[in-house]
């Protein structure tokens, strides 16, 4: 097989991935879009509660309620979605792992999903309660000022949020599979700490809005979950046995060959 046909059928492999991954978000996100006004109501909550007596979201102008709607369902599809998309992302790489490092696909799934649930439980629940509370209560403290939040702009900063969170949380699994693949090990993550320190703070003054406590919301969990990402690779990572023996069954594959 030539180069150019096996390049095409790599493209051809993704594009088919990206198909699946796209249409489920689209089924979930039709799905989502019936209950929007509900799961918007759920996650208002945050902001609602830190709001000053008689205060409330508003809308800016008339489309802003609609697209508000379905940005919240598309977000709220993806997280349903994202086994689903987590799962096409491991069939694309698949194909160049070995056979036990295939082995690993439905763990690598399920902890994927479990981490990145945990991940925006854990903003939601914890964090953005204290965010906005903060936020809020600066905000009317300065000039007297009445807080009268755009409910888009709230969305908008909750689902990057969210997001991020997410995100930080798959650091562990993420760690993981590098060191089984032999890309990392724990020796090379310990002395390289400080780079991930600073990763830390810089995705925290970038996701976040620009207050100290927001940033350190995002850049403590990062923190600690690279810690724990170290304990993972130094106890799973790849062992220089294993190498040796993927060695020897690439020279048995050579001779039979």
Same mark, same amino acid.
């Given at each position: 097989?030539?180069?150019?046909?096996?390049?095409?059928? @790599?493209?051809?492999? /993704?594009?088919?991935?990206?198909?699946?991954?796209?249409?489920?978000?689209?089924? +979930?996100?039709?799905?989502?879009?019936?209950?929007?006004?509900?799961?918007?109501?759920?996650?208002?909550?945050?902001?609602?509660?830190?709001?000053?007596?008689?205060?409330?979201?508003?809308?800016?102008?008339?489309?802003?309620?609609?697209?508000?709607?379905?940005?919240?369902?598309?977000?709220? #599809?993806?997280?349903?979605?994202?086994?689903?998309?987590?799962?096409?992302?491991?069939?694309?790489?698949?194909?160049?792992?070995?056979? @036990?490092?295939?082995?690993?696909?439905?763990?690598?799934?399920?902890?994927?999903?479990?981490?990145? #649930?945990?991940?925006?439980?854990?903003?939601?629940?914890?964090?953005?309660?204290?965010?906005?509370?903060?936020?809020?209560?600066?905000?009317?403290?300065? #000039?007297?000022? =009445?807080?009268?939040?755009?409910?888009?702009?709230?969305? +908008?900063?909750?689902?990057?949020? /969210?997001?991020?969170?997410?995100? %930080?949380?798959?650091?562990?699994?993420?760690?993981?599979?590098?060191?089984?693949? #032999?890309?990392? =090990? @724990?020796?090379?993550?310990?002395?390289?700490?400080?780079?991930?320190?600073? /990763?830390?703070?810089?995705?925290?003054? %970038?996701?976040?809005?620009?207050?100290?406590?927001?940033?350190?919301?995002?850049?403590?969990?990062?923190?600690?979950?690279?810690?724990?990402?170290?304990?993972?690779?130094?106890?799973?990572?790849?062992?220089?046995?294993?190498?040796?023996?993927?060695?020897?069954?690439?020279?048995?594959?050579?001779?039979?060959?």
């Amino acid at each position: 097989m030539s180069d150019g046909m096996a390049i095409a059928d @790599h493209l051809g492999e /993704l594009r088919k991935r990206l198909m699946i991954a796209a249409g489920t978000w689209l089924v +979930t996100f039709l799905g989502c879009y019936s209950v929007g006004e509900k799961l918007f109501e759920f996650i208002a909550q945050p902001v609602r509660q830190a709001l000053p007596e008689g205060s409330s979201l508003v809308f800016l102008n008339a489309t802003e309620p609609f697209f508000t709607i379905l940005k919240v369902s598309a977000l709220a #599809g993806l997280v349903v979605a994202f086994p689903i998309i987590i799962w096409q992302i491991w069939s694309f790489i698949a194909p160049a792992l070995y056979g @036990h490092e295939k082995r690993l696909a439905i763990p690598f799934v399920f902890f994927s999903s479990l981490c990145f #649930g945990t991940g925006t439980y854990f903003g939601f629940t914890l964090v953005f309660p204290m965010i906005f509370s903060f936020l809020i209560t600066y905000g009317t403290n300065v #000039g007297g000022v =009445d807080a009268m939040l755009s409910m888009g702009a709230y969305l +908008t900063m909750a689902s990057r949020l /969210l997001i991020a969170f997410g995100l %930080v949380f798959e650091l562990p699994i993420v760690i993981f599979f590098l060191a089984r693949l #032999g890309i990392v =090990d @724990h020796k090379w993550l310990a002395k390289n700490r400080k780079f991930a320190l600073l /990763l830390a703070f810089v995705m925290g003054a %970038v996701l976040t809005p620009p207050d100290i406590f927001s940033q350190a919301s995002i850049a403590v969990p990062f923190v600690v979950l690279y810690e724990v990402g170290v304990i993972v690779a130094r106890f799973f990572g790849k062992k220089k046995i294993e190498v040796n023996e993927e060695s020897e069954d690439s020279e048995v594959e050579n001779k039979s060959d």
